[in-house]
């Protein structure tokens, strides 16, 4: 069974930084893609940034440079660096993969969210 194990989260002061990790365990093939999403109160799910296996990146319009996805094949793990965070960064980040646990078909998967609080 895969699972996705966030961690980082936490309270940051505005113009901190946070980094952000996410693990798959379980019965693994293969990941495709691997991204980070984001839910505030009262706001939809939105992607923040996304890394294909192959290694090119997709950055949310209201990151602008601030936060850096990076991947570990090896490892399994997807990570996000954020540095200058604002207040209006402040909601539960969820991690996302894409994993085939067997040779045939694949789905994705969610972690359970970690909570990032800007304060300002």
């Known amino acids: 069974q895969v699972q996705l194990v966030e961690s980082g989260g936490g309270l940051v002061q505005a113009g901190g930084s946070l980094r952000l990790s996410c693990i798959a365990s379980?019965?693994?093939?293969?990941?495709?893609?691997m991204g980070w999403y984001r839910q505030a109160p009262g706001n939809q799910r939105e992607l923040v940034a996304v890394?294909?296996?192959?290694?090119?990146?997709n950055y949310g319009d209201f990151v602008k440079g601030r936060f850096t996805i990076s991947r570990d094949n090896v490892k399994n793990t997807v990570t996000l660096q954020m540095n200058s965070l604002k207040p209006e960064d402040t909601a539960v980040y969820y991690c996302?993969?894409?994993?085939?646990?067997?040779?045939?078909?694949?789905?994705?998967?969610w972690g359970k969210g970690t909570q990032v609080t800007v304060s300002s």
């Open positions: 996302n993969m894409y994993i085939a646990p067997t040779l045939v078909g694949g789905r994705d998967y």
């Open positions: 379980g019965t693994i093939v293969s990941i495709n893609d």
């Open positions: 890394v294909t296996k192959g290694g090119c990146t």
